[in-house]
């Protein structure tokens, strides 16, 4: 494992960070943020922040819940992933669809499908 110090040599030298011109970023390094609770994140020197963005939309229930890391242990333990492509599919994406469809009987909506990476509901979209 790298020192603090390594850490920010090497934050914006080997590692490419989205919606910055990397030249300034050389010049001054984003945060390197290291640990999160709750709201807060932190970064390597400890500094606490309220992280507003949660993690970019993807920590909107926050940081280090411990009912959230047991879920994910639970599931861990029993299947990690599978998709659902070419007619499989796995008991716990069935539970969460049934909930998600009792979730939103205001909007009638009939069925789910997860999906993994960003571009596929474009693509789907467009077909």
């Known amino acids: 494992m790298e020192t603090l110090n390594q850490l920010k040599a090497h934050n914006a030298k080997y ?5 910055g011109p990397p030249k300034a970023l050389e010049a001054q390094a984003p945060h390197i943020i290291s640990q999160g609770n709750g709201v807060y994140i932190y970064d390597i020197d400890g500094y606490p922040m309220i992280d507003g963005t949660a993690g970019l ?6 940081h280090n819940r411990p009912e959230i890391k047991a879920a994910i242990i639970k599931q ?14 796995n008991p716990r994406s069935i ?9 939103s ?3 009638a909506m ?11 509901p474009l693509k789907l979209r467009l077909k």
């Open 57 to 62: 939309w993807n920590v909107n229930v926050g």
């Open 15 to 19: 590692q490419w960070h989205p919606m």
């Open 76 to 89: 861990l333990d029993e299947l990690a992933y599978y998709s659902g492509f070419h007619g499989t599919s």
């Open 105 to 107: 009987a205001p909007e």
């Open 95 to 103: 539970e969460l669809s049934h909930k998600l469809i009792a979730m």
């Open 110 to 120: 009939g069925k789910v499908l997860f999906l993994v990476v960003v571009q596929m």
